[in-house]
């Protein structure tokens, strides 16, 4: 039974619940599926990207953003892809900007790979942006570079020192990879701590097809993670909550905040009130599951009224929980990418 309010013509519209009583008031829009990054976890090194004619165009994902806050966002998180290498993308973090610094969202945070960030983060600071996830595995230049294939660190690096200067606020976002950053996380944690960076620490998800890496080699649990940070450092379970699926520790030796998420050793989705938007205009109500709506369609076809009819259709089915499995001998996926349905 879908047991959401629907909108009536006399009254606004009704705020997005879903049927298990999650208030609906976050959305994660990826942007592109482009990136200038190929990260061994995320892509293969020879990508196909989507034609043009099939991503939402700046306008579109605008309109798209503008009726979930009419529905209740509060806060909007673009990724991709890289968002930063959209053309224009600046053009739509103007207008969202805009509409935090006039209340109508609480937040417009980016997650980011962090190289176009030395040219961009004053922009983005002045356009309304506050905070930014740096995806950052390494301080090692060579893994850096094994790990993101075309990435450089020094870029990176050069990049989270002019937002910091900009005055916006980062997170580290790491993923623990087996054999390949493992016997370094507790330098980012101690770097983090000195820069000021609350960290997050991420286990590999089985996303889409990445070539010929294996998501088996690549896993290791973020629950072996934390009994080895444990050693080296002071943690005190924290009841810091984000919009994000992270639970915190405090991290006594550098007074900051690390988070763990743990999708495939821990089931975070009972209090999960995250939606995800495609940059083809895709809806999934749950990262884990295949199930979504087709908002381009929609939109493309019912104008506004029949995008905000898919929306509250969509959110009746969001499901309680996700089904990933990764155990030693398997990596089950769902089969899109991470690029195409943003981290
Ligand atoms: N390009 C931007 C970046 O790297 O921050 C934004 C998009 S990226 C898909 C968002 C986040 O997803 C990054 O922190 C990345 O490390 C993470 N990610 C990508 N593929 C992943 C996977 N298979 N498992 C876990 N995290 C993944
Ligand atoms: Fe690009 Fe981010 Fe994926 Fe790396 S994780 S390939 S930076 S989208």
């Known amino acids: 039974m879908n047991k959401i309010d629907r909108p009536s013509p006399q009254n606004k519209p009704a705020k997005l619940v879903d049927p298990f009583g999650r208030a609906i008031d976050y959305i994660r829009v990826s942007v592109t599926d482009r990136c200038d990054f190929r990260c061994v976890y995320c892509m293969a090194e020879e ?64 997650t980011t790979n962090g190289s176009q960030l030395e040219k961009k983060a004053e922009e983005l600071a002045e356009a309304g942006v ?16 094994l790990i993101t294939r075309w990435g450089a660190l020094d870029k990176v690096l050069a990049g989270m020192k002019a937002a910091r200067k900009a005055g916006l606020q980062i997170k580290l976002n790491t993923v623990a990879l087996k054999g390949v950053n493992e016997d370094e996380l507790g330098d980012m944690v101690a770097f983090a701590g000195d820069e000021g960076f ?51 520790v405090e991290v006594g030796e550098t007074g900051r905040r690390l988070g763990f998420i743990t999708p495939m050793t821990h089931n975070f989705c009972e209090s999960c009130n995250r939606v995800r938007i495609t940059c083809t205009g895709q809806l999934y109500m749950c990262l884990g599951q295949d199930d979504h709506a087709d908002l381009s369609r929609a939109l493309r076809g019912g104008g506004e009224a029949g995008l ?16 990933f499995v990764i155990s030693r001998r398997e990596a089950r996926n769902v089969g899109r990418m991470m690029n195409v349905t943003g981290g």
């Open 198 to 248: 609350d960290m997050t620490i991420i286990e590999v998800m089985p996303m889409g097809d990445i070539g010929n890496e294996n998501r088996v080699d690549q896993y290791l649990p973020v629950s072996v993670v934390r009994t080895r940070l444990e050693k080296r450092f002071t943690l005190t379970p924290s009841d810091y909550a984000t919009a994000g699926p992270a639970r915190y």
């Open 130 to 145: 506050r905070r930014l996830n740096v995806s950052l595995d390494t301080l090692d230049a060579d893994k850096f570079q």
């Open 308 to 323: 905000q009819e898919a929306i509250y259709e969509a959110i009746g089915r969001k499901p309680k929980g996700h089904d």
């Open 47 to 110: 990508m196909t990207f989507l034609p043009k004619s099939e991503l939402l165009s700046l306008e579109e994902l605008e309109v798209v953003c503008r009726n979930f806050m009419r529905l209740g966002t509060r806060k909007i998180r673009l990724t991709g892809g890289e968002p930063l290498v959209r053309r224009n993308i600046m053009h739509l973090i103007r207008n969202l900007g805009a509409e935090v610094k006039s209340g109508n969202l609480d937040e417009l945070t980016i």
